[in-house]
């Protein structure tokens, strides 16, 4: 029997965790911070040799599923934090999907090498080979995916910061030539986002409002106080009116800029929100000045 060393699986572990964590952040079209998916990957290796030794020595409790469906939780919180449930669960069954898909290509990658294979665990140092190997398809398939994927993943990308009542959300956006929304008050651009997008945002009162509650009685509901107001737009499916607010700060793609952010009722597609034409939205560095005293005096 070979010996395994606590360092080599770990490190085996980590890079397949880290693979996972990539792949379920890319396909999720949402953003991550590359510092986030190390510490989850290596609460993810951290876990996975605890389990392998806790099973040698006759304690299987740490590969029981309750143990292990709060280690990916807690793996999934470190990686990427908590936006909503609904962003954490559509994250969470990505995640294992891509696990089950890198775990077949590395199975597969081990057959055709023609190693040691034995109760559906592919050992080192064949393991390494086939991880390799399983990751470079994985990764193939991720950048086709990308290529094919349409326009939310190449160019068409932007990336969102708001800023509200001391909160931030943060989030990718598809730049859409069709989203023609303006403020009718003063002319800004207008981000339309799912609620997901804008969870971090506001409360769980809040939120539970901006779901049950019509576009009229949301703005009634919150006033004008928080710079909320309608903004009425024309889509295929007719006219509707939409509930916005005004962001103490916005950023798109790092530049500030001056937009209202309205609430789209249904999904948006692939990514949670929609970037149309920035021009004019862009603050100058007097503006962005004034913004900042404003809010220091508030």
């Not at 040698?56 to 934090?81: E, R």
Request: proline content about 4%; some cysteine; aromatic content about 8%.
């Amino acid at each position: 029997m070979r010996a395994i060393y606590i360092d080599e699986l770990f490190l085996l572990n980590f890079a397949v965790d880290y693979i996972i964590l990539y792949l379920t952040a890319t396909f999720s079209a949402l953003p991550y911070r590359r510092m986030r998916l190390l510490l989850g990957a290596a609460v993810g290796a951290a876990y996975s040799v605890a389990a392998y030794f806790a099973e040698v020595y006759g304690v299987p409790v740490a590969s029981s599923l309750p143990i292990k469906l709060a280690a990916g939780a807690l793996i999934l919180l470190c990686a990427f934090g908590y936006a909503s449930g609904a962003v954490f669960i559509r994250r969470g069954v990505l995640m294992l999907i891509t696990s089950f898909l890198l775990g077949g290509l590395a199975y597969a990658a081990g057959l055709m090498l023609g190693g040691d294979i034995s109760g559906g665990v592919i050992h080192a140092p064949l393991a390494v080979r086939a991880v390799l190997i399983a990751a470079a398809l994985a990764l193939g398939l991720c950048g086709a995916f990308s290529r094919g994927g349409g326009r939310e993943l190449a160019a068409g990308r932007a990336e969102v910061s708001l800023t509200y009542n001391g909160r931030k959300a943060e989030f990718s956006a598809l730049r859409d030539s069709g989203n023609l929304l303006r403020d009718p008050l003063d002319g800004s651009p207008v981000i339309v986002c799912t609620i997901d997008a804008v969870a971090p945002l506001f409360d769980r009162d809040e939120l539970r409002m901006m779901r049950e509650s019509s576009a009229v009685e949301l703005v009634s509901a919150l006033g004008s106080g928080g710079g909320w107001r309608l903004i009425p737009c024309t889509t295929a499916a007719g006219s509707a009116m939409l509930a916005a607010f005004r962001p103490t700060e916005a950023e798109v793609d790092g530049k500030r800029v001056r937009v209202m952010a309205a609430l789209s009722p249904k999904s948006l597609g692939a990514l949670p929100a929609l970037v149309g034409d920035m021009r004019g939205a862009k603050l100058s560095g007097r503006e962005v000045t004034e913004v900042a005293d404003i809010r220091k005096a508030s």
